[in-house]
């Protein structure tokens, strides 16, 4: 036997010791728990804030067809993977390289920037923006915008951002919220409170798509956003679709918060009962559900009220709030709009809360309570840095990416995404790691959807190379910006 085969054996013998001493790991309640979880861990601003901005850049629904084809080619075998080292391992990303690695390999030392740094980067911004959506439905219930013009709505955004004291108390909710949930546990703490939110999310999706959709002059949005134009792909020649080729692909990879492990944890929490490509697909399904319907609030809106639908981040908290005031019970609308904005915030922030509170729970044996309290210490006073960029601290810029928050997100979403994203798939592809055979064995127990076997050389060569050609190209801007070309 060659050194390779007894490593692998061994970390294969590794694995079969964990699922043994895992028989005592906290376990969902139901199935619907796990696929809820999981696409609440998906679901979050990416969807209702991103997508439908950047499908309105590069032109509707030729747009969305060239992202559904990336979701599946290029996101779902990285969302497989994930699932099967967490089923496997019994572990999350803490300890799921030392369970299945070969002997005196190093894969485990990538679970430092993989899993504690990129999780805790994702946090220190998202409860702050996860703050701002909970300030603004509050605002809206209390009549706040009334009948203001995108520019009046413009100087309350900038006002909220310029009291930080206000975004440090909606904070402190957030993070509380995030704690409190976690700490009671898995089955009566994460999974029963994601279920209502993500329950009231859906709800408040679809009584949202009814009122859009039913706007007089809301057809020209359903068409702009229904209806493929592809001139408008190709109206710019080679480069313009290269580019929103790219964006697409960007868009199928983070909506899914690949890279760091958040969805690892969760295959360490289900049984073998059924294959994990089935689940996956059906998680991947949830979300793009919510960000297509996303997509059926704001279009429609924007046209029936002659509103720009590729004004970029600014179109939530800006441009939406004037659109919503111009319809009757506008105060309504825009409450409702809010809240479900601040459920799928909510529903990230608890699910990846639960990823860094297993971490420390599996890599340094603390207990629940104590990884609650002092993880959600450190995730508030991380993220006050965020915060404060926006105010005391608006001088710190890094030239070429910008603010506290643009540094933040670069570092996770440009680079700890995708670099770790490709050590997964390495990772369960190489010989020299866990190995393909493992990987398609684990994915494959259970009832329901096999991984398709012709595919087993796309992910082993083809897959890798995108993954490069996302972290490259989340460069080329910062770099022409450093040179003086853009």
Not at 58 to 82: D, N, R, W
Request: hydrophobic share 55%.
């Amino acid at each position: 036997m060659s050194d390779n085969e007894m490593k692998v054996t061994a970390g294969a013998a590794d694995a079969a010791g964990a699922a043994e001493t895992g028989s005592s790991r906290e376990r969902f309640g139901s199935r619907l728990g796990f696929l809820l979880i999981s696409a609440a861990c998906a679901v979050g601003l990416g969807n209702v804030w991103r997508f439908p901005y950047i499908t309105g850049e590069y032109g509707g629904a030729a747009f969305v067809l060239i992202y559904l084809v990336f979701l599946v080619v290029f996101a779902l075998p990285v969302l497989i993977m994930e699932y099967s080292l967490g089923r496997a391992s019994q572990r999350g990303i803490a300890r799921v390289f030392d369970v299945l690695e070969p002997k005196g390999s190093k894969w485990h030392v990538f679970k430092w920037p993989c899993g504690l740094v990129g999780n805790y980067l994702l946090m220190m911004f998202y409860t702050v923006v996860s703050g701002w959506m909970l300030i603004f439905a509050v605002k809206s219930a209390t009549g706040a915008f009334g009948s203001l013009s995108p520019a009046e709505v413009s100087g309350v955004f900038a006002e909220m951002l310029g009291n930080p004291t206000e975004m440090v108390g909606y904070l402190a909710a957030v993070v509380a919220l995030g704690v409190f949930v976690t700490n009671v546990g898995l089955r009566r703490g994460v999974e029963r409170v994601t279920k209502v939110i993500m329950s009231c999310l859906l709800l408040l999706l679809v009584v949202l798509v009814i009122r859009s959709v039913t706007l007089e002059g809301a057809q020209e949005g359903l068409s702009f956003y229904l209806m493929p134009d592809f001139d408008k792909l190709f109206g710019n020649g080679p480069a313009g679709f290269f580019e929103a080729c790219y964006a697409a692909m960007g868009q199928a990879f983070f909506t899914l918060g690949l890279g760091v492990g958040s969805m690892m944890i969760f295959g360490s929490y289900l049984g073998r009962d059924r294959s994990l490509t089935g689940e996956a697909v059906r998680v991947a399904g949830i979300d793009t559900f919510v960000a297509i319907m996303a997509g059926l609030i704001i279009f429609p809106a924007c046209f029936a009220f002659g509103v720009e639908p590729g004004s970029g981040p600014a179109l939530v908290f800006i441009t939406l709030p004037s659109v919503f005031a111009q319809m009757p019970m506008g105060k309504l609308w825009c409450t409702l709009f809010f809240l479900f904005m601040s459920c799928a915030a909510l529903s990230t922030i608890i699910a990846v809360f639960e990823n860094i509170m297993a971490f420390s729970m599996d890599q340094w044996g603390m207990s629940r309570r104590s990884a609650c309290i002092r993880n959600g210490i450190m995730i508030f006073l991380l993220s006050l840095p965020c915060l404060l960029g926006y105010n005391l601290w608006s001088d710190f810029v890094v030239p070429g990416i910008g603010d506290i928050q643009s540094l933040e997100d670069f570092i996770l979403s440009s680079n700890l995404l995708p670099l770790g994203a490709l050590v997964f798939v390495l990772f369960c592809t190489r010989k020299q790691g866990w190995g393909m055979e493992n990987f398609l064995a684990e994915a494959d127990q259970g009832r329901g959807l096999r991984f398709p076997r012709w595919a087993a050389t796309y992910v082993k060569y083809v897959l890798p190379v995108l993954l490069i050609v996302v972290w490259v190209g989340g460069w080329i801007p910062v770099i022409m910006k450093w040179m003086g070309m853009a």
